[in-house]
């Protein structure tokens, strides 16, 4: 930590916004104890620590959405308070949020421009205009997404381009970027860096909050690591490493691989647990985004799967769920096929199981207990004639919480008081609750620190061990080379390569995920 | 003024739309109902098409869709306003009050009887404050919409009877001594030989059109039933918006309460009683979301014509009432089903075509 003395003092012109001896406490929970922060002129300002350690708090107090409790800010040498995000934005601080903030049923260039309509006369919208700039926006962004699309058609990934292009429609001056990658596969994330050199070059102050330790050193300029609602180091570019980072942020060190792979000799003479043949389903926007994939996943395997946004994963996992009708091509379990046009409950029932990769929306009911929630795909299995039997109810939420390491006081904890690690493996409990056979895993991590990445990892592998088959998809390189046993890699609805664990680098990877990327421009033309 | 354009959002695929008959009589299904709807009339009843029988439809219709108008706006915002009905019951009462009594100064034994003009501002503007009362409660306290204009379906009718002791004021003309009469202009009225009504429903209309689609208003009305907290945390006044939904539903029920009366000549407490529910099935029929931000004001037009020829039809075929009232219930399901088919249509075509690509 530096000493108060050498740090710049609230009048320094390099310093745009300071935030001082902020505090912020919940009813229950203090999430800041005191911390400083500086944002320095048209530099990257690399915010980290772990889920719950306060990052999203202090944010939300920058963008004036929550109010400290005590505690000054300054902007550019003055005082500031900040009473509703409004103002926030009217000084120019941007924040994109870590979860998407979009209207689902407006465009995407109406969307950019909510509480900010360009006004013509007469309180009229200028439609046309706010158009155009839309997407002279996304052209400067490097993207093609459609501005009159809308955001009810576009993948999460895209979203979260049209989350970021909406700051920048309008003049930022301070543009916070909360876990911009979350969702980001590498060429995207490629894109958004270069986006933030641009922004620099232009006088932007940026705030880049993230779990990926590689991607803030390469991005990063200055540095502040929180730890348990405390300042727990800062530092600049050149002098901090990712050992220095990790090891503030969790006080001890941690590297390698996620878990020990096994060789594919391992699985020579077990059984077939999934075959997939000429799979084929719709995408979304009219296009096919499986095209006759094939491929098969012996029993206990653990399969990465890594592609670009819109290579198909998610939109694979959802066909074998039965959430997307596939059009054409077999699935078969354990040698049994499945009908194409099986509801979920029916693939449920022959073992499959999802966990979604937006799990608040689709994995969790948020205002019931940690308990309700695990049992919530099972309750059949409790039926007794007096009802439920809430005996063996408790009795496998609290063996699952065991199990899972889920950090909960009490089973009957609202699900959504837990952090975004324990609400994961809150879904995957409730899933494995099921006993299903084939466990489907969409990002698992999205949003999650690397303590709580590495625990899940654990447990995937002893469910692995346990006779599970795991399939999981990962826009995350590190991910997928320390996870997996063997990898798949999707491009534009295809399956583009087959790599055991030995054969991963992230060459190959990033090679076989750009595949056909040509070939389908050329078909869609 | 209905059809799509830039600034509104179609679903998906609607440039293909004119390549499937189908598809495209589905998306059209609340005209052809219409159509269909006038033309099984006029075979049936052939007074139906008489011109004095088509006033009484037309008549019918403005009420309804002017109601249906203000409720589209808080639909959007992904609210609902129960009260609409009693509104316009009280807006009535306050006008019959005003007019045949006067309005009578506390301790002094003094009436005052003001210009109708000036009568039918009073009321509207109490159909706009009972509305944002609505809105002012619904945000600031958090008392849910449904609970809020609920209760305020009782307060307001509890209130219309009130003002005359449950008494019917039975004489709207007004008196030339007082300077009060023409009231029954409004409802009974025509203009290049068109009913009052019917001008005042256009009006309305366009100005509503002009509002969702081309102001920051009606632009935010649709981020807030689209995604509140989006609209939060761009910097949009949620509460305000909100507010000002009701407050326009207020005013658009106090509009409807002041024809029904002048049309009657008379106001009695239990006016437009349960008008609320034709409200709601207009907007519905419309095609509009009751969870927000999908809807449009030109649908509800159309759902207003539906329901009013319906239940104009049905009198004069002479189907019995309690069947018209299963009818109608039937037909406001069926739209929803059709809405929905509409969707599974558009999804498995759009699925054909990924294969053939």
């Known amino acids: ?525 | 003024m209905m059809t799509d354009s830039i600034g509104t959002t179609p679903r998906a695929g609607a440039s293909h739309s004119f390549r499937s008959l189908p598809l495209l009589l589905l998306r059209l299904r609340a005209y052809l109902a219409l159509i269909f709807l006038v033309v099984l009339f006029s075979l049936v009843a052939p007074s139906f098409l008489s011109s004095r029988n088509l006033v009484i439809v037309a008549e019918q219709v403005a009420v309804f869709a002017i109601l249906g108008i203000g409720m589209t706006f808080v639909i959007l915002a992904s609210g609902i306003d129960l009260s609409v009905g009693s509104i316009a019951g009280l807006s009535a009462m306050i006008t019959g009050y005003l007019i045949s009594e006067g309005l009578r100064l506390p301790f002094v034994d003094v009436a005052v009887f003001a210009h109708v003009v000036l009568v039918c501002a009073a009321a509207l503007a109490i159909g706009t404050l009972v509305g944002m009362i609505n809105g002012w409660f619904i945000t600031r306290l958090r008392v849910t919409p449904f609970i809020m204009t609920l209760g305020m379906l009782y307060v307001a009718r509890g209130a219309a009877q009130l003002v005359s002791d449950g008494a019917t004021y039975g004489d709207l003309s007004g008196q030339a001594a007082l300077n009060n009469e023409g009231f029954l202009l409004l409802g009974t009225g025509r203009l290049l030989s068109v009913p009052i009504p019917i001008w005042l429903m256009v009006a309305l209309a366009l100005v509503a059109i002009y509002v969702t689609r081309r102001t920051v208003f009606g632009r935010q009305v649709f981020a807030v039933g689209g995604n509140e907290r989006a609209a939060e945390l761009s910097g949009v006044r949620v509460n305000r918006i909100k507010i000002g939904t009701y407050a326009i539903s207020g005013f658009c029920a106090a509009l409807a309460g002041l024809i029904i009366a002048s049309r009657l000549g008379a106001a009695n407490p239990a006016i437009a009683t349960s008008y609320e529910l034709n409200a709601i099935a207009v907007v519905v029929l419309g095609g509009a979301s009751l969870f927000g931000g999908v809807g449009t004001i030109g649908g509800t037009l159309v759902g207003a014509f539906v329901l009013g020829v319906l239940s104009n039809g049905m009198v004069l075929v002479g189907i019995s009432d309690f069947w018209q009232t299963v009818i109608t219930g039937a037909v406001i399901v069926l739209a929803v089903v059709v809405d929905q088919l509409q969707r599974r249509v558009e999804k498995s075509m759009s699925e054909r075509r990924a294969r053939q690509a």
């Open chain 1, 1 to 525: 930590m530096t000493a108060p003395a050498e740090r710049c003092r609230d009048d320094d012109p390099r310093i745009v916004l300071s935030a001082r001896a902020i505090r912020k406490a919940y009813p229950g929970t203090v999430a800041l104890k005191g911390v400083d922060f500086d944002i320095h002129h048209a530099k990257v300002n690399v915010l980290i620590g772990e889920n719950g350690a306060g990052k999203s708090t202090l944010m939300k107090i920058l963008a004036g959405i929550e109010q400290p409790t005590s505690g000054t800010l300054h902007y550019r040498g003055e005082a500031l308070h900040l009473a509703h995000p409004r103002e926030a934005i009217k000084r120019g601080i941007g924040i994109v949020h870590q979860e998407l903030n979009l209207c689902a049923n407006l465009n995407v260039a109406e969307n950019m421009f909510i509480g900010k309509e360009l006004k013509g006369p007469v309180g009229t919208v200028r439609l046309d205009r706010q158009r155009r700039i839309a997407t002279e926006v996304l052209t400067r962004m490097g993207q093609r997404i459609n501005v009159d699309a809308l955001v009810q058609e576009l993948s999460i990934g895209e979203r979260q381009i049209v989350e970021i292009a909406k700051v920048l429609v309008s003049e930022v001056d301070v543009l916070i970027l909360d876990e911009p990658t979350s969702s980001l596969s590498k060429a995207e994330v490629g894109v958004l860096f270069s986006l933030i050199e641009e922004l620099k070059r232009q006088g932007v102050s940026i705030v880049y909050i993230s779990h990926r330790l590689e991607e803030l050193i390469e991005i990063g300029d200055t540095f502040t690591v929180l730890r348990d609602g405390n300042l727990a180091g800062t530092g600049t570019a050149g002098e901090v490493t990712v050992d220095w980072l990790v090891t503030r942020m969790i006080g001890a060190q941690m590297e390698g691989p996620l878990r020990d792979g096994r060789a594919a000799a391992t699985f020579a003479d077990r059984p077939v647990a999934l075959r997939v043949e000429g799979l084929e389903a719709s995408g979304v926007n009219g296009g096919l985004a499986l095209k006759r994939l094939s491929f098969s996943i012996k029993r206990g395997e653990i399969v990465g799967f890594y592609g670009l946004m819109g290579a198909g994963r998610t939109e694979l996992f959802e066909t074998l769920i039965g959430l997307r009708r596939a059009l054409a091509g077999t699935i078969e379990i354990e040698g049994q096929r499945l009908p194409l046009d099986g509801t979920i409950a029916e693939r449920i029932r022959a073992g499959i199981a999802l966990v979604p990769e937006d799990r608040q929306k689709l994995g969790l009911v948020p205002n019931r207990s940690v308990a309700d929630n695990l049992l919530l795909a099972n309750l059949e299995r409790y039926a007794g004639i007096t009802g439920l039997r809430s005996g063996r109810m408790r009795r496998d939420v609290s063996r699952c919480i065991d199990e899972l390491m889920i950090k909960v006081s009490d089973p009957d904890v609202l699900v959504s008081t837990l952090s975004g690690g324990n609400q994961q493996k809150a879904v995957l409990g409730k899933n494995l609750l099921t006993e299903p056979r084939i466990l489907l895993l969409d990002e698992p991590t999205r949003g999650i620190d690397i303590k709580a990445r590495r625990e899940l990892f654990e447990v995937i592998d002893r469910l692995a061990e346990s006779g599970l088959t795991i399939l999981y998809a990962s826009s995350d390189l590190g991910e997928i080379i320390g996870g997996a046993d063997r990898v798949l890699v999707m491009s534009q609805g295809r399956i583009t390569a087959d790599l055991q664990r030995e054969e991963l680098t992230e060459a190959r990877l990033v090679a076989s995920s750009q595949v056909q990327r040509r070939d389908t421009r050329k078909e869609s033309a």
